[in-house]
Nanobody
């Protein structure tokens, strides 16, 4: 089993940047992919992006603004968010895919002036 701990959320003005972190522990050798989902107010949870050994992919609404990267030495995945918009306001969840899916606790990102 994989445990995930997220950090880095907060309040930012439109056009600003934030970086979320997700540190994995446990059976990290079994992880096939990691990524981020988000759930905005009154919305369904949506996939933001995913990173595998082959590379990363993103939902169209964040392409060119968000970047997922990883530091294998720290067992950590990052979500760098630039040019943030009010519609990016959501709780962001890190996940890790093994034979099951593990989730972080979620971190709030609020984009508002």
């Amino acid at each position: 089993q994989v445990q995930l701990v997220e950090s880095g959320g907060g309040l930012v003005q439109p056009g600003g940047s934030l970086r979320l972190s997700c540190e994995a522990s446990g059976s990290i050798f079994s992880i096939n992919a990691m990524g981020w989902y988000r759930q905005g107010p009154g919305k369904q949870r949506e996939l933001v992006g995913i990173i595998t050994r082959s590379g990363s992919q993103y939902v169209d609404s964040v392409k060119g603004r968000f970047t997922i990267s990883r530091d294998n030495a720290k067992n950590t995945v990052y979500l760098q968010m630039n040019s943030l918009k009010p519609e990016d306001t959501a709780v962001y969840y890190c996940y890790a895919a093994t034979s099951i899916t593990s989730w972080g606790q979620g971190t709030q990102v609020t984009v508002s002036s």
